[in-house]
């Protein structure tokens, strides 16, 4: 039998026309150190406004000018030396621009550690005199955001230790990211045509689509395997990130790590649990569908690893980049020319999109912007994973929603939180799912779209939900006083996965080992808002798609609005209330309907 290898492929073998173009950043990292070394020059002026915020509105309005303009030149050279370290993560110069940035906002971050002590300090009476002054108009939100925190603000000496410490508490994420993306190594395995593949933590999910279930179980047994081989440092790192949430939250007298992190969105306790109890009274819908993905795809024992194969069988999904963006151009016609246009440009001339994989690069997808420049999205397309489609469409999401923000919004109001964020992201995800069903007249692509849907639903708010379940219990463990080890992980999470997969599902026991997996926890309490956004997403789509002109205004007046209103205001003048639970409990519903009409076209 003949053996095919198909190798991951360098940086260097991919077109320069399917990578990003970061020359709007910096044309050459030549050009990346003269800005680095001009803002290593710069910086120190800020200090000569110790002690004088107070004096007048003007003196606070050049302190605030000055610190935009440094933000500015931070947030570029951020940005290009991230972006770069993300297309391989083996790069010696990348890693060293990152480290030189890192130390360099070390500095910084001790330099200036007096502005926020000292606009704090600034009495009551006189902050609402310079609120009210002419000079500091375009600084009133921030200024306003920054006094809810005066609590959570300490004096100057314990805000620079902080700064100081702050690379050190955050290592455990870059050890995390380098033993997953770089050292730890998978294998190879054959796919069903006889093409030996690398595997690797980007092509996983293309084994778990694969319709042979032995290769599906071999590809999880392979892949877990390597994260078994490294569970006790993986667990290490993990404890580590959760103790440097708690500690943060101590420090700045917060009740809870959950509470520090919901408090700078303004968002209420109750929204988080309100998430989880809903989803817990959905769960029958949830069960009654692994049922049905059992039956159709003849399966005696029904394994995580067999819950990502699409069970329409009839369906040939592979789908080039190029269609991709025809897709998703469609889908979002009703959005109007401006978004799509823009959108068009920068997906298929304007190279905002590092398409394919390649050897070292970051796997997964992001959307990264800084302001001034191209909203870029990182991928690794695959065209046999029609989800890559939807993940384009999710990006491109995020990228339109910076393109908008940057556009309406000055600097220091455009940085929009991630809460809404996923809003924008999941939206276009519904219109795509809404434009290819009213294209099919196939009853087996309909299927198979329903199908779609249904994992998308499931992937992003059942799951999403038992991350962020995950996360309350480990911090709570921190918290009160438990140890976090190895076994105490796999206890909490075997716990959850048993509430989320249900009685008539065979829990592999490697599958305890996904906590130690997951990027996200290495940013706590962000994977809520996955749920939360497909949830504002479903109805904000239901509403552009029903009623036409006016709610498509309402939704770019949401785009546009950035970081000028915290996410529950924001989102209720976009037309949903996400302070209740009644979104989420539309969107499971929608989850239940669609598992229904799955069955009936199944049947």
């Known amino acids: 039998m003949l053996l095919c290898w198909v190798m991951i492929p360098s940086r260097s073998q991919i077109p320069a026309s399917d990578t990003w173009d970061l020359s709007c950043l910096f044309t050459d990292p030549s050009e990346w150190t003269t800005a680095f070394e001009v803002l290593q020059a710069t910086y120190p002026a800020l200090e000569k406004f110790a002690g004088t915020l107070h004096q007048s509105p003007a003196v606070l309005r050049d302190a605030l000018e000055l610190e935009k303009t440094l933000s500015l030149q931070i947030e570029r050279l951020g940005h290009y030396s991230s972006l770069r370290a993300a297309e391989d993560s083996s790069n010696p110069e990348s890693l060293a621009r990152e480290g030189q940035f890192d130390n360099l906002m070390t ?4 330099s200036t550690a007096f502005l926020n002590p000292e606009i704090q300090s600034i009495s009551d009476a006189d902050f609402d005199r310079f609120l009210a002054a002419p000079e500091l108009a375009e600084w009133q939100i921030p200024l306003l955001r920054l006094r809810r925190l005066k609590a959570h603000t300490l004096s100057t000496a314990e805000e620079r230790l902080l700064a100081l410490g702050n690379s050190a508490l955050r290592g455990h994420q870059e050890t995390f990211s380098q033993l997953t993306n770089v050292d730890m190594e998978f294998g190879e395995l054959s796919d069903e045509q006889h093409v030996k593949r690398t595997l690797s933590q ?8 694969k319709r042979d279930p032995a290769l599906r179980k071999q590809a999880f047994h392979q892949f877990y395997a390597e994260f ?24 700045r007298r917060y009740p809870s790590a959950r509470e520090a992190a919901l408090f700078y969105d303004d968002v209420p306790v109750s929204v988080y649990d309100n998430l989880i109890s809903t989803v817990h009274k959905n769960l029958p819908a949830l069960f009654r569908y692994y049922g049905l993905r059992k039956r159709v795809l003849k399966l005696d024992e029904l394994h995580q690893y067999d819950t990502y194969v699409p069970i329409v069988q009839k369906v040939d999904t592979r789908v080039s980049f190029d269609e991709a963006i025809d897709h998703v151009l469609a889908s979002l016609k009703p959005l109007g020319n401006e978004y799509c246009e823009t959108l068009a440009t920068g997906l298929r001339t304007g190279r905002w999109c590092d398409r394919y994989e390649s050897k070292g690069k970051r796997s997964g997808a992001f959307s990264s912007g800084s302001y001034g420049a191209p909203p870029y999205i990182l991928m690794n397309y695959k065209d046999d994973v029609f ?22 919004q000055p600097f220091q109001t455009s940085n929009y939180p991630i809460f809404l964020a996923e809003v924008a992201s999941t939206f276009n995800e519904e219109l795509l799912t809404h434009h290819l069903l009213e294209n099919t007249t196939d009853p087996m692509m309909r299927a198979y779209l329903i199908n779609r849907q249904i994992d998308d639903i499931r992937g ?23 140890a976090l080890t190895l076994d105490s992980f796999r206890e909490i999470y075997h716990g959850l996965l048993e509430d989320y997969f249900g009685p008539d599902f065979v829990l592999d026991e490697e599958l305890d080992l996904e906590c130690l997996r997951i990027p996200h926890f290495y940013n706590a309490f962000y994977v809520y808002k996955y749920s939360t956004g497909i949830s504002a997403a479903v109805t904000l789509s239901q509403q552009v798609l029903h009623e036409g002109a006016p709610a498509v205004e309402r939704y770019l007046g949401f785009l546009k609005s950035g970081g000028s209103e915290f996410p529950l205001p924001t ?33």
């Open 107 to 110: 500095r910084i971050g001790e």
């Open 571 to 603: 989102l209720k003048k976009a037309g949903v209330d996400m302070a209740s639970p009644a979104p989420i409990q539309r969107t499971l519903e929608l989850f239940a309907q669609r598992v229904q009409e799955l069955e009936s076209l199944l049947s």
């Open 228 to 251: 078994s081989a490294h569970k006790f440092t993986l667990a290490s790192t993990l404890a580590s990130s959760i103790r440097a949430d708690v500690f943060n939250a101590r420090a």
């Open 202 to 209: 980007s092509s996983y999910s293309s084994f778990l689509v």
């Open 460 to 482: 992003t708010v059942y799951r999403q939900t038992m991350f962020a379940e995950f996360e309350k219990l480990s911090h709570e463990a921190e918290e009160n006083g438990e």
């Open 387 to 408: 989800s890559d489609v939807y993940t384009l469409a999710h990006e491109a999401g995020h990228s339109m929603h910076t393109w908008y923000t940057q556009k309406t």
